[in-house]
């Protein structure tokens, strides 16, 4: 079984801080997306990585593959309140879509 | 465009009881997929159907049973519900099979008693 673990599980920061939140797997994928979820809604993707050593940047979040394939982060700079949410990575599998989810990071941004 | 669309929003079953969660999408996508997300879990796949006419099981399909109605509609049924089924229930979509992005409905909380 895939699995990916997430850290840290929750995180309380204040506006204008940076963080990191980390995606590790043993596993190989072929894909690592990375979702936010608001209270009462569905995941909403946010970006997807497919090749090892990817960045992609969305404003002031910054998503990386790693090299192996294996684990994934997302570095959010100068956060704010609007940023509050549950983020989920989910890893992708050589073929098809079926996708193995983390548990997920809780963010809270405090202004 | 509503997107995904999933019906009850909240239920709450007594052990025993069965129901049917509903879900369809207005997008055209042709692969329809249920979750279920318990805290500290994640989202873990129950059944999906990667085409109309086909449904193949998840990582937890025991106690779940599906149906591709059509290409617009997928429906998960409990037909005797248990409290281990307490949990929220997502639906989602892509356009293909190998296509990267997932759309979910809002979910169904369910609660077991």
């Known amino acids: 079984t895939q699995l990916l673990e997430q850290s840290p599980q929750f995180l309380s920061i204040q506006e204008g801080e940076n963080l990191t939140v980390y995606c590790n797997s043993s596993s190989v994928f072929s894909s690592l997306q990375w979702y936010r979820q608001e209270p009462g809604e569905g995941p909403v993707l946010l970006v997807t990585v497919v090749t090892g050593g990817e960045v992609k940047k969305l404003k002031r979040l910054t998503f990386q593959f790693g090299d192996a394939r294996k684990d994934s982060s997302l570095h959010i700079t100068a956060a704010q309140p609007g940023d509050t949410g549950l983020y989920l990575c989910a890893g992708g599998q050589e073929y098809g879509n079926k996708l193995v989810f983390g548990a997920g990071t809780i963010l809270r941004v405090k202004s | 465009n509503a997107g995904v669309t999933q019906t009850p929003k909240f239920q709450v079953l007594k052990t025993g009881q069965s129901m049917t969660l509903q879900c369809a999408q207005d997008?055209?996508?042709?692969?329809m997929y249920w979750y279920r997300q318990d805290p500290g879990m994640g989202l873990r796949l129950i059944y999906y159907?990667?085409?109309?006419?086909?449904?193949d099981k998840g990582e937890v399909p025991n106690g779940y049973n599906v149906s591709r109605l059509n290409k617009r509609e997928f429906s998960l049924r409990l037909e005797s519900a248990a409290p281990s089924q307490t949990s929220v229930y997502f639906c989602?979509?892509?356009?293909?099979?190998?296509?990267?992005?997932?759309?979910f409905g809002p979910g169904t909380r369910l609660t077991v008693t």
């Open positions: 997008m055209n996508h042709n692969s």
């Open positions: 159907s990667a085409s109309e006419g086909t449904t």
């Open positions: 989602a979509s892509s356009l293909a099979w190998v296509s990267y992005e997932q759309y």
